[in-house]
């Protein structure tokens, strides 16, 4: 009898110890998949806010020139567009890559 007891006192430990493993999986999965959606989010809002801003406009052939050339040729108006839209959003996160995607998306 006490070999049955400690066999259920085992069996309940190890599945408390599993169902807290499964909830500290999916609250670290729920907090992964926020914080993807929240800045993607950020980024689209920036970047459909600015889809008319004529600065923005201004500097999409600078920004395919940007692209292109993996990020050595850097035209006047692109660094003009890139420090608007960083005064304009400063919450975002971004580097002028994405940036320069964003514009040239647009």
């Known amino acids: 009898m006490p070999h049955l007891l ?3 006192s ?4 190890l599945s408390f110890a599993a169902s807290a493993s499964a909830t500290s999986f999916v609250v670290t999965t729920d907090a992964v998949v926020g914080a993807v959606a929240a800045t993607t989010e950020a980024t689209s ?3 459909s806010s600015l889809s008319d801003d004529k600065i923005v406009l201004a500097a999409r052939d600078d920004a395919a020139s ?13 660094q003009a567009a890139l420090q608007h839209i960083r005064q ?7 580097d002028d890559m994405q940036l320069a995607q964003a514009i040239l998306s647009r």
């Open 6 to 8: 400690r066999l259920l």
């Open 10 to 13: 085992l069996s309940a430990l």
């Open 45 to 47: 809002d920036a970047s």
């Open 66 to 78: 940007f692209i292109a050339s993996a990020g050595n040729i850097r035209g006047v108006r692109l």
């Open 88 to 94: 304009r959003a400063p919450h975002l996160i971004a």
